[in-house]
């Protein structure tokens, strides 16, 4: 449902919602708000600027999530480090790359080398 934002036509009678704009989830069917729910006050429908954001997905990001979280599941820590290190590499995604720094824990690589890594990727 749409988001719609009203203000107080009067501000001397408003109440301090709708003195200024307040929002209302409502039906695209529904009637405009003639009134201020809080104080009954007039009210009247503003033109509002488009909040909305398009975000384009990774192509291929949920089948590498999926392949990580399999292997995983098996156990093959480093498999998943290996294929989670080198998308994180390519996406730039940190969380990625600190999850491939404890499954290559996990997989028991040495703290020192993990360490290293870390840093060299987050400089």
Known sequence: MPIYEYEACDLERACARCRRAFEVLQSMKDPPLERCPACGA?????????????????????????????????GLWSHAAELADTHAAKAGDDALKMRAIDDYRKAGYPLETLEKHAKSETE
Do not use: H, W
């Open 42 to 74: 007039p009210v009247r429908k503003l033109v509002s600027r488009c909040r909305a954001s398009v975000v384009e997905p990774d192509e291929g990001r949920g089948e590498v999530e999926t392949r990580i979280k399999e292997y995983e599941q098996q």
